[in-house]
């Protein structure tokens, strides 16, 4: 089926549905109904990337994630996709899992459909990609980190000022020999050396650090932990990368009989919603993604509808929930 087979159908010329689906404004709601009823008679497909590249627009927005199963993104990508939806966009999801070659092939697609913009979960890092993404004129919104110099437009928070705050909040009650638990990530390593110099700054001894590899599972903490107190068996506190690291680590705990937090304390970071209802209950860090999606959303709407704001970094900031395991 054509658009021409569409306005036979619905008594139109074919510029009328043309007109219907990229700008219905300019057709009448009888018409449009008309339109609407012919289409889903005859099964047509709108070429809608023939349709963006006609008028310059899209009104597909891509968000790129390292994969859909970390749970801490899930009211981001939520947000964001009821925000774009409410104003008319679509939202297209794509992982690049934790590989450069398969984040390129991913970046080199989403380019070639167009996209009326695009969401990247971290700051990119690359030159070379950064340099293409800037000349494509696509508005890009880099979120959950924070840097001085983003790409286009950024909203996250601080992972080392993260890092630091749990080093001064575990010795703060008390502990003295914390353990971190993190991933190889660059967001990751910013928050190992912001651990590692505060607790250098409190006089504390050297945090033990135990690399999880993304992404991470319950199991990861448990077998964590053992790693841990094998090698050095004083640990006290535990900070970790995920709430699912964070409950891995209390299986361990319990299966050991460490009483916590008296014995050993564990936090862990993205504030997921069973951590509550733990016994004890989950501390954690958390962190506003769902406040993370809307406002990635507002910035990509208003400059695609070129209502320009001064404000192009936003930082959401974050909490330490402080609950029973600390």
Known sequence: ?????????????????????????????????????AIKASGYVPNLTAGALSSGQSRLIAAVVPTISTLTLHPMLQALGDALEA??????????GYDNARRDALLETILGR?????????????????ERL???????????????????MLVGFSHAAMARDVVRYFHGRGYRRLALFGGDDTRSRLRSEAFCDEAARLGLH????????????LMDGRIGLASVLAGTPEVDAVFCSSDLVA??????????????????????CGDLPFGSDLEP?????????????????????????????????VDVGFSIAQRGTS
């Open 281 to 313: 209950s989950l501390s954690t860090v958390h962190v506003d993604g769902e406040a993370i999606g809307r406002t990635a959303a507002g910035m990509l709407m208003a400059l695609i509808e070129g209502r320009a704001e001064a404000v192009k970094a």
């Open 87 to 96: 104003n008319g966009y679509q939202l297209l999801l794509g992982q690049t």
């Open 1 to 37: 089926m054509t658009i021409r087979d569409v306005a036979r159908m619905a008594g139109v010329a074919p510029m009328t549905v043309s007109r219907a689906l990229n700008k219905p404004d300019q057709v009448s709601a009888q018409v449009r109904l008309r339109i609407r009823d």
């Open 247 to 268: 409950l891995g680590v209390l299986a361990e705990a319990r299966l050991r009989g460490l009483a916590v937090p008296a014995r050993l304390a564990v936090m862990g």
């Open 134 to 152: 800037r000349a494509s004129g696509v508005p890009i919104v880099e979120t959950w980190d924070l840097t001085p110099t983003p790409l286009d």
């Open 206 to 217: 050297p945090p033990v650090t135990h690399a999880v590899k993304a992404p991470a599972t």
């Open 114 to 130: 167009r996209p009326g913009g695009i969401v990247l979960t971290g700051v990119l890092e690359d030159a070379a990609w950064s």
